[in-house]
């Protein structure tokens, strides 16, 4: 006979438990348990106390539960710019990053309305050419704007990389893991910096709301027993 699954066992693991291995040959056959069929088994209460003792002994893997549901929230920029000489370039609608000479984007998100904890957050760029790999770091200060940043008073990046790009492609966007600098609500800035002479190049909002880059949050969802994603934008 076939043990049924649906048959929830009670909270028995002792004697009972023990004969009933002892005295049921239990086997597995494409993830259904089956039991020899027995005297001893034929009893609702003594076949849920084998369940019980099989599942405490480990010999019934356990049935895959779905990935919990989270809600995606896409936070625009409300600066994004790059610091390359004496003049701000916030008005462009691209961002550029280079190791010689130095040219490194800048970026501000304001996140606001999250009710759950972050369980991801993405930034996500629209690269507009091919380019090599570049770094992201945090950024000690968030108190510029990308109508006046420039070379000469653009925040210092963060001496430790949170996240590379890897190799670039143009028309695909590119991301970065940056969970550990957005904890919740709260303005953040981000730094790309490149180790190479390579220059790279990435649509900034100025080009428009279809490659403007992104931040992506995700929370753990309130609501249980369903496993959709929906999203929001701010």
Known sequence: GVLPLAETPPAVCGRDCLRAVKHAHISLNLGTLRAVRSGFLRSR???????????????????????????????PPTDDTFAAGSKPNGSLDYLLVDGRPVKRAYLRFMVSGLTQPVVRAT?????TARGSSVDLR????????ESTLTSSNAPAPANVVTA??????????TSFDVTSLVGGNGTFAFALTSPTSSTARFASKEAGSA?????????????????SSPSTTV
């Open 164 to 173: 590379s790009s890897g190799s670039i492609d143009a028309g695909a966007w």
């Open 211 to 227: 490659t403007s880059p992104q931040l992506v949050v995700e929370t753990s969802s309130p609501t249980t027993g369903s496993t």
């Open 123 to 127: 930034l996500r760029l629209y690269p």
């Open 45 to 75: 209460t003594v076949r849920a106390a084998a369940l019980a003792a099989v599942l405490c002994a480990g010999l019934l893997s356990a049935v895959p539960l779905a990935a919990p549901a989270t809600t995606s929230t896409v936070v």
């Open 138 to 145: 945090s950024v000690t200060s968030a108190g510029w704007t």
